[in-house]
């Protein structure tokens, strides 16, 4: 063949390949931005809100609800715990960028094969981050205490995380089982079937997480029980239990939560919040506030915004983890931790943005059930009191640790109920 | 006795001793001689609270040492249906030490369902063994590796072995293993009767499982100091997980040998456990 007939083909091979490259690009970009559209999509939907859009809440000003020897020692409760939380978190980092890099010289410890080897690293490195973050946990400690906001002592604070960190590892070992077992069979698209795998387990976790609650019975106040069904029936949410969970001596803060879904669903009250501390109207809110929960589907919709967050955090865990030779190998689990740590430390402003966001929509709901707003009122105050928050957090503390809105727009949204109830 | 770290094993070793003897008791009436297991674990029990005894009253200053090897002389060499391996060092990862008993909670969630599919399996077997006089190969193979399975964890739980065991229990695959003979006949009789039959061991066992609960305690705290895991407490040890491998084997109709009562020499793994790391550089 004559050198310029095979520079031709080459060239033309070269023109090929170049077109191949391109079509592969585009349709690469096509599909990442469909993708992208339609995540979009589904965080439109999820953030729908039945809270009026155009609600404005006035600035409250907490001087009014409370005394300011209260806003000051609340200030400070508040800010001890957060930078105590802050400086946790960095230490966390600096652990697992550690064990990131040496983690992987413990497999040494193991007989257990490649997925067994690989839960063991996992398992580690959450040991390691307890060790790390258990000094900043008895500071807490130490500071309830001497608030008298808990009545925990330091030996069965360290005793019970330690045991609940047995807990924890049974769901890293079976996540890790999972991820470790589609990595080794799908190698760099494990994370295409892990998250919706993984959104599955979460809504089967939240199905079945009614039953693993201890220590519940049957609300018995027969006023609060009638209270509690003509609330559900205003909701539309007919035939959700309401139980009371006997929760331990050295817990003082009152609190309650909407657990279930569908057939589990059920609104859980702590003790601490019918022991006489709260008005019959104030638990009536709090009923409504957690079957307002349940009846805009807040937790099928966490599972969403769970499926939200992993389908990106799974890719880029998997993309990270080839440096390690892809998640299907045991070295890679302490690099993958850390990702999945710093992922979740870096989002943080947005889940508690979501958070805030079916709080408020709760808060919302139950006024509209209650049409109580002075009950509504006095129980924020009573909760603020109580667990010593910061009714009028700063805007840093706000943004990165407050999963509720603060009580000063908690109280400005009963304002702004009633003015709109008035003007009806 | 109450400050004495060894005081737990002391009681343990008694206990065992005792429940020994009381078996002994009536194995005497029936056969006219005390068999050597019962024997020798009646006088493992008695020879260390003697020498616990003489340590306490400064007759010596030898520690006492529960190691039945080192209390009895020579053990016995066995040829169970079911039998203890250990390939161990002492070595300990401080880490995993301070960590085990979280970390073995996925194991124990594993054997628990593990545990219900032994159970009808185990029925099953019975069945199949009392129909046939064998074990059907295929749950003779499930069984072995739950019993299998189970004496990892429990050797890892209670630090007897260092490694993180796998969750499947297979063969050979762990530093304290247990090797289960295949199947082979069995007489109707003790098939039938096998529940009934089992009873005596089940208290011996009790016994045995203070023991392995004592050593664990003590040696948890002994590894987390010194990184090792002391001989004279990993033995023990392992004579309590060999002889509750032996129950569960033969109340699962896996064997029709009766479990042996007293310590014996453990065998030596023919050849060294790959630990992940080996088997990941290939």
């Known amino acids: 063949m004559a050198p310029s007939a095979s520079a031709e083909i080459a060239a033309r091979g070269w023109r090929g390949d170049a077109q191949a490259t391109r079509r592969r690009l585009l349709l690469s970009v096509l599909a990442f931005a469909l993708a992208a559209a339609a995540w979009a999509w589904a965080a439109h939907e999820l953030w729908r809100s039945s809270v009026p859009a155009g609600l404005s809440l006035t600035q409250v000003d907490v001087h009014r609800f409370f005394s300011a020897s209260f806003l000051r020692r609340s200030a400070s409760f508040e800010r001890f715990l957060e930078i105590d939380g802050v400086l946790a978190d960095l230490v966390l980092v600096a652990v697992l960028v550690a064990y990131a890099r040496g983690g992987h010289r413990l497999m040494r410890e193991s007989a257990a094969g490649r997925i067994g080897t690989g839960i063991l690293l996992g398992m580690l490195g959450f040991a390691l981050v307890w060790l790390a973050q258990a000094p900043f946990e008895l500071a807490a400690v130490w500071w309830e205490r001497g608030h008298h906001v808990s009545r925990q002592g330091y030996v069965s604070a360290l005793v019970e995380s330690f045991l609940a960190l047995g807990g924890q590892f049974v769901f890293v070992a079976l996540a890790l089982a999972v991820t470790m077992a589609l990595a080794g069979r799908m190698r760099r698209w494990w994370w295409l079937p892990a998250a919706p795998l993984f959104a599955a387990l979460a809504l089967l976790s939240a199905l079945v997480s009614p039953y693993l609650i201890a220590k519940t019975h049957p609300l018995q106040d027969p006023v609060l029980v009638a209270d509690a069904r003509e609330l559900a029936a205003r909701e539309h949410v007919r035939g959700t239990r309401v139980v009371v969970q006997d929760v331990p001596r050295a817990v003082t803060d009152p609190n309650a939560e909407a657990v279930g879904l569908g057939p589990t669903r059920r609104v859980v009250l702590w003790s601490t919040l019918t022991d006489g501390r709260f008005t019959r109207p104030e638990i009536a809110v709090v009923i409504a506030h957690e079957l307002g929960h349940i009846a805009h589907g807040h937790l099928l919709k966490r599972v969403g915004w769970l499926a939200l967050f992993l389908i990106p955090a799974t890719a880029l865990i998997a993309l990270v983890a080839r440096r390690r030779g892809g998640l299907g190998r045991p070295e890679a689990v302490p690099l993958a931790l850390l990702v999945l740590v710093v992922l979740e430390l870096a989002t943080l402003p947005l889940r508690t943005m979501v958070s805030r966001h079916e709080e408020a929509e709760a808060d919302w709901s139950a006024l509209r059930a209650t049409h109580d707003p002075v009950a509504a009122r006095s129980l924020f105050r009573g909760l603020a009191t109580a667990s010593l928050g910061d009714p009028d957090p700063p805007a840093w503390s706000y943004v990165l640790f407050a999963d509720h809105p603060t009580i000063a727009q908690r109280i400005a949204m009963t304002q702004a109920w009633e003015v709109r109830s008035h003007a009806r | ?282």
């Open chain 2, 1 to 282: 006795m109450l400050g004495n770290p060894n005081s737990a094993a002391f009681n343990d070793s008694l206990g065992l001793a005792h429940a020994a003897a009381f078996l002994g008791w009536f194995a005497c009436i029936a056969l006219g001689r005390m068999p050597r297991g019962l024997r020798d674990s009646v006088a493992w029990g008695v020879g260390f609270g003697a020498q616990l005894w003489a340590y306490l009253f400064m007759l010596t200053s030898v520690y006492p040492d529960p190691d039945p090897g080192v209390l009895l002389g020579e053990l016995p060499r066995r040829s169970d249906a079911v039998g203890m391996a250990l390939r161990d060092d002492g070595r300990r990862s401080r880490l995993t030490v301070f960590f085990r008993l979280p970390l073995t909670f996925p194991h124990l969630v594993w054997l628990a369902l593990w545990s219900l599919l032994a159970l009808l399996a185990a029925i099953a077997n019975w069945l199949a063994t009392l129909a046939t006089a064998h074990p059907p190969a295929v749950l003779h193979r499930f069984l072995s590796a739950y019993v299998r399975y189970q004496a990892h964890v429990y050797g890892f739980l209670t630090l007897t072995a260092n490694p993180f065991p796998g969750f499947a229990g297979a063969a050979g695959s762990y530093d304290a293993e247990l090797e289960i003979a295949p199947p082979e006949r069995q007489s109707r009789w003790s098939v039938g009767f096998r529940l009934l039959l089992v009873l005596p061991a089940w208290l011996l066992a009790a016994a045995f499982g203070s023991l392995l609960w004592a050593a664990a305690i003590l040696g948890w705290f002994a590894a987390l100091i010194t990184g090792r895991m002391p001989r004279r407490l990993r033995n023990p040890a392992a004579q309590a997980i060999r002889y509750l491998a032996q129950v569960n084997a033969y109340l699962l109709v896996l064997t029709a040998d009766y479990p042996y009562g007293g310590p014996c020499a453990p065998a030596e793994l023919a050849a060294p456990v790959r630990t992940a790391a080996e088997l990941a550089l290939g």
